[in-house]
């Protein structure tokens, strides 16, 4: 590697789960560098499936030191019942630590996300309605609450009473009841109580990591048509996928990140409301959404689907460096007798290569060219020359318009499952 960050090359639900996992075999560390508990890494391996939304996916590695990173914001609730489930599992959570620095997802930031939600009315972002918008907004805004807060009840206590009153006063602006302080502190509490030992300065961790010259994988959370200043704004996340924030999120300099793995599927999928031009409505976008089963792993919300957008990956290898691409759920489109990969955008009597601002690309309609189907299983394929012919030509398509060399192929969702292509030309 030595380090190596894994991000989103389309709307998020790619796959990056699975590769992180699959890389993880040879990594000494995994840093979650973005994002909260509000879209979810699906692993399949020996001991079941499990859909991960704060547990770095490198967990499944006892040897591998997990870290939920500075960049990401927590909700203690939700990372305890994970970590329940993955304990009942049998999974070891020794090596699992959290950033004294993450931001906490306070049960009020959940409250005021439904609320604020509700009041956009018809032009709702489509937010899981997880606190994560609110809770980084109060960390711009300097009123956030951290997990180091947790183990200084003193700070902690002070935070909350300057904190406290603000947030009633937007509650009793939509009708809702005040909060109670008391209630609060004793919440957090019990949250020290159950990850204080786990809550560190990561920092000491990651250098010695860094410079020992150990293998190091930075996890990304959904994909760069959802960052907060790359995507299609404003449906989009409130935190940056890109690689470009992997090292302010995880604690290394950007110039330590010498391989970018970017992740993308074979067809495009997109979770919540905004402009995705490729998207496919009716039987045919049904059919597609069963042959992937695409439903949200943290919501379980039907994902819209639609065939690849070529001038979208164009885009998301450019802003992220990518210097590597994992293609997941080939084996999706098996059965299809011919495919389409979107090359442009159609806008008036223009034909755009590029992703313009939200405004326009709400207007553009997609230019399509038609590949083949190859119309026989890849399950069982495991090395690029296994695959059918026209399979192949339609993955060198998709790593022609990136501009990026395909490094490994994914055909299921179980470890054994992804191959590394080792005919790369």
């Known amino acids: 590697m030595p380090v190596t960050a894994v991000v989103g090359a389309q709307w998020g639900d790619e796959g990056k789960g699975r590769v992180i996992d699959y890389l993880a075999e040879k990594a ?47 909700n203690p609730d939700s990372l305890l019942a994970e970590m329940q489930t993955l304990a009942a599992a049998g999974v070891d959570l020794a090596n699992l630590w959290l950033s004294d620095r993450a931001h906490i997802v306070m049960p009020y930031h959940i409250q005021l996300d439904g609320l604020e939600e509700a009041a956009r009315g018809g032009s709702a972002i489509g937010t899981t309605k997880r606190g994560i918008g609110p809770t980084y907004s109060d ?10 807060d947790l183990k200084q009840p003193e700070w902690l206590a002070e935070r909350l009473e300057q904190v406290i009153p603000r947030k009633n006063v937007l509650l009793e602006r939509y009708g809702a009841a005040p909060l109670d302080r008391a209630a609060l502190f004793e919440q957090c509490m019990a949250w020290r109580d159950a990850l204080g030992e786990r809550i560190v300065d990561v920092l000491p961790m990651v250098r010695q990591a860094v410079r020992g010259q150990q293998n190091v994988l930075l996890e990304g959370q959904l994909g760069v048509m959802r960052d907060l200043d790359w995507g299609i704004y404003p449906y989009v996340t409130s935190s940056n996928p890109t690689a470009a924030f992997a090292g302010s999120g995880a604690g290394l300099p950007a110039s330590q990140i010498n391989r970018v793995v970017g992740v993308v599927k074979t067809y495009s999928t997109c979770v919540g409301a905004g402009p995705f031009p490729v998207e496919l409505l009716g039987e045919a976008g049904h059919h597609l959404r069963e042959l992937g089963e695409e439903y949200g792993a943290t919501t379980g919300r039907p994902r819209r689907v639609g065939w690849f957008d070529g001038v979208a990956i164009d885009y998301a290898a450019w802003l992220n460096g990518m210097t590597d691409l ?40 997609p230019v399509y060219e038609s590949w083949p189907g190859w119309q026989q299983p890849t399950t069982a394929c495991r090395a690029w020359d296994d695959l059918p012919a026209a399979a192949q030509r339609y993955l060198r398509r998709i790593e022609a318009l990136a501009g990026v060399p395909i490094t490994w192929v994914s055909v299921g969702a179980a470890r054994e499952a992804m191959f590394l292509v080792t005919s790369n030309p």
């Open 326 to 365: 994992v293609v997941t759920k080939l084996d999706v489109l098996d059965t299809l007798p011919e495919l389409r990969i979107c090359t442009g955008y159609r806008l008036g009597d223009q034909v755009l290569t590029h992703v313009p601002d939200t405004a326009l690309l709400e207007m553009v309609t």
């Open 139 to 148: 960390k711009a805004a300097r009123w956030g609450l951290r997990l180091g």
């Open 28 to 74: 000494d560390m995994v840093i979650r560098f973005q994002g909260g508990d509000n879209a979810g890494h699906t692993v399949v391996n020996d001991l079941g499936l499990f859909r991960l939304h704060l547990v770095p996916s490198g967990i499944f590695r006892p040897t591998t030191c997990n870290i939920i990173g500075t960049g990401a914001v927590v």
